[in-house]
């Protein structure tokens, strides 16, 4: 049995994992330029004018080759810090469709939350020398989006 074979082939095989963190949040689903009549009959109750909130969860899923001498892809104490950072803090306990930067001018959907989400979160993990590979957000337990980017 050649081990030494075994060895490179566990170091260089592409290796997945995964934050979960959690916020809350409010919006509503609507378009400035059409009048509450022609919101309510496309978004329905997501529409109400003043509001509604949801606990969304959203996993981050990081791949790359672990460092042979740490063993990580990426530390996941880094990793925390930067989702935190990038998005948790400016999304937690905030209103999306007036408090947060990145949303500005965009749809609060789910859809548009997980696209920004990731691309606030792509350069600044390539910078820890692992890839973003995925964005898994729930709206509620029923709706959740995947984005691969
Ligand atoms: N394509 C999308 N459709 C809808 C989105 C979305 O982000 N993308 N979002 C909404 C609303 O935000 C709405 O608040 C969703 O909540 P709800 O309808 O209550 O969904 P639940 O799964 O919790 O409830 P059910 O009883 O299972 O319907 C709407 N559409
Ligand atoms: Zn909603």
């Known amino acids: 049995m050649d081990y030494g074979h ?3 082939y566990d170091i260089c095989a592409m290796i997945y994992i995964t934050r979960k963190e959690h916020f ?3 919006h509503k689903l609507f378009r400035e330029e059409w009048s509450n009549d022609k919101n309510a009959e496309m978004f329905g109750k997501c529409s109400n004018p003043n509001w509604h909130g949801h606990n969304y969860d959203l996993f981050v899923t990081v791949k790359g080759e672990v460092n042979p ?3 990580f892809v990426i530390d996941l104490k880094d990793l925390k810090q930067i989702i ?3 998005v948790i803090d400016k ?3 905030k209103n999306i469709n007036l408090d947060v930067d990145f949303m500005k001018g965009k749809m609060a959907s789910t859809e548009m ?3 920004e989400i990731f691309n606030q979160l792509k350069g600044e993990i390539e910078s820890k020398g692992a890839a973003l590979h995925s964005i898994k957000l729930f709206e509620t337990e029923n709706n959740f989006v ?3 980017g």
């Open 91 to 93: 999304l937690d306990h």
């Open 24 to 26: 809350n949040a409010a």
């Open 6 to 8: 075994q060895f490179f």
């Open 146 to 148: 995947e984005y691969f």
């Open 84 to 86: 935190n950072s990038r």
């Open 69 to 71: 001498e740490t063993g």
């Open 113 to 115: 939350l997980a696209m």
